[in-house]
């Protein structure tokens, strides 16, 4: 049987009005306690792909630090690191190169795939496709209700049709490989899927991914590692729960966590590591990252707390993205980050910033989250 390797798209671009684009990489974004290209990590190697390469930017130094070299995870990584920009089917021809195989799974970076590699994969090779496109039936705009085919962000690829790809410029894959593969009488066919695959493109639709891979953690029927199960959730063995906080559907709660009395969880909620949730503070439909707190009293609702951020005591957050540097700082802090500043602009000095980003705080080897 011929070989199959994966290729992961995780190039990153800026989000329009969003404090989230300052702090990660989209397929860096937490979700469910492990960042979002784990699970098409997870995904790929429960369908037997151990080998894959992961094309990415500016963002690729942090998204090898972040994955290593594949051996935590029983895989084998390798990164290609695009600057011109080669464009999506320019990376994967660049990055194919590397992995000697003789058939490419390519994966959009952002999305939480959820389909049958396996029975996309027989498809492929039962039509003898130089290209299978994995797409989803939708109803297409101002046609009068007709449908049309949009890709879910899934295709197979046999490495052989990689040599109509030119090494130079920028290289389209939707818009630019496909109709070239038509032209040259290639064989393009689409293995039609029963929805979308769930992809991250804005702040509602992460919150939207999120619930969905709790959703799923939730009702798979294993255990994780290093949390016990709570109801319809996990929770790490290190987290406080106070006896008489309220749980209802599904919750994530991590290490060294502390809910409070009478503080009322109603799920989709993920919460990171190092957070409080204050006595008789609400929060629902939420994902919490580290060191996060919502003080005693608090109502949060459809929200994102970044690393840092704090919703004060019965405070009203719905529908809001919160940062850090949102909380205005204690007296004492706000001195000490003043004169840290002060420091940073003396000739020599390293700027400073007064808290981490993102990319400081990813500390947990992701072999132990997926």
Same mark, same amino acid.
């Given at each position: 049987?011929?070989?199959?390797?994966?290729?992961?798209?995780?190039?990153?671009?800026?989000?329009?009005?969003?404090?989230?684009?300052?702090?990660?990489?989209?397929?860096?974004?937490?979700?469910?306690?492990?960042?979002?290209?784990?699970?098409?990590?997870?995904?790929?190697?429960?369908?037997?792909?151990?080998?894959?390469?992961?094309?990415?930017?500016?963002?690729?130094?942090?998204?090898?630090?972040?994955?290593?070299?594949?051996?935590?995870?029983?895989?084998?990584?390798?990164?290609?690191?695009?600057?011109?920009?080669?464009?999506?089917?320019?990376?994967?021809?660049?990055?194919?190169?590397?992995?000697?195989?003789?058939?490419?799974?390519?994966?959009?970076?952002?999305?939480?795939?959820?389909?049958?590699?396996?029975? #996309? $994969?027989?498809?492929? !090779? &039962?039509? +003898? %496709?130089?290209? @299978?496109?994995? /797409?989803?039936?939708?109803?297409?705009?101002?046609?009068?209700?007709?449908?049309?085919?949009?890709?879910?962000?899934?295709?197979?690829?046999?490495?052989?049709?990689?040599?109509?790809?030119?090494?130079?410029?920028?290289?389209?894959?939707?818009?630019?490989?496909?109709?070239?593969?038509?032209?040259?009488?290639?064989?393009?066919?689409?293995?039609?899927?029963?929805?979308?695959?769930?992809?991250?493109?804005?702040?509602?639709?992460?919150?939207?991914?999120?619930?969905?891979?709790?959703?799923?953690?939730?009702?798979?029927?294993?255990?994780?590692?290093?949390?016990?199960?709570?109801?319809?959730?996990?929770?790490?063995?290190?987290?406080?729960?106070?006896?008489?906080?309220?749980?209802?559907?599904?919750?994530?709660?991590?290490?060294?966590?502390?809910?409070?009395?009478?503080? #009322? $969880?109603?799920?989709? !909620? &993920?919460? +990171? %590591?190092?957070? @409080?949730?204050? /006595?008789?503070?609400?929060?629902?439909?939420?994902?919490?990252?580290?060191?996060?707190?919502?003080?005693?009293?608090?109502?949060?609702?459809?929200?994102?707390?970044?690393?840092?951020?704090?919703?004060?005591?019965?405070?009203?957050?719905?529908?809001?993205?919160?940062?850090?540097?949102?909380?205005?700082?204690?007296?004492?802090?706000?001195?000490?980050?003043?004169?840290?500043?002060?420091?940073?602009?003396?000739?020599?000095?390293?700027?400073?910033?007064?808290?981490?980003?993102?990319?400081?705080?990813?500390?947990?080897?992701?072999?132990?989250?997926?």
């Amino acid at each position: 049987m011929n070989s199959t390797a994966g290729v992961i798209l995780a190039g990153t671009h800026c989000w329009e009005d969003s404090g989230l684009s300052g702090l990660l990489p989209r397929p860096l974004l937490p979700v469910a306690h492990t960042p979002l290209i784990g699970h098409t990590l997870s995904w790929l190697r429960h369908g037997a792909v151990c080998s894959v390469g992961i094309c990415a930017n500016s963002s690729s130094r942090l998204v090898r630090h972040v994955l290593g070299d594949g051996t935590a995870l029983g895989m084998e990584l390798e990164y290609y690191e695009d600057w011109t920009p080669r464009g999506p089917a320019g990376c994967v021809r660049d990055v194919a190169e590397r992995l000697a195989a003789d058939r490419l799974v390519i994966v959009e970076g952002a999305i939480l795939p959820e389909l049958d590699l396996q029975e #996309v $994969l027989r498809t492929h !090779v &039962a039509r +003898g %496709a130089a290209l @299978t496109v994995a /797409a989803v039936t939708e109803a297409a705009p101002g046609r009068g209700g007709n449908n049309r085919l949009a890709p879910a962000g899934v295709f197979v690829l046999e490495c052989a049709a990689l040599h109509h790809v030119p090494e130079t410029g920028y290289q389209d894959l939707k818009e630019g490989l496909i109709p070239l593969l038509h032209a040259r009488g290639e064989l393009v066919i689409a293995h039609c899927v029963p929805e979308q695959c769930p992809r991250v493109i804005d702040e509602s639709s992460y919150l939207t991914v999120s619930a969905r891979a709790l959703e799923r953690l939730s009702h798979g029927g294993t255990d994780l590692a290093g949390y016990r199960r709570l109801d319809a959730g996990f929770v790490h063995a290190s987290a406080q729960l106070s006896p008489a906080a309220q749980f209802v559907g599904p919750i994530l709660v991590g290490p060294r966590t502390t809910i409070e009395a009478l503080a #009322v $969880l109603v799920g989709p !909620v &993920a919460i +990171g %590591a190092d957070c @409080t949730i204050g /006595a008789g503070a609400v929060l629902s439909r939420s994902v919490v990252w580290d060191d996060c707190h919502v003080d005693a009293g608090a109502h949060v609702d459809q929200c994102i707390l970044a690393y840092g951020a704090r919703v004060a005591a019965g405070q009203v957050c719905h529908s809001a993205t919160r940062l850090a540097s949102d909380t205005p700082p204690a007296p004492e802090a706000s001195a000490k980050a003043d004169r840290t500043r002060r420091r940073s602009r003396r000739p020599g000095g390293t700027p400073t910033k007064v808290w981490p980003s993102g990319r400081d705080k990813l500390r947990q080897p992701l072999s132990e989250a997926v």
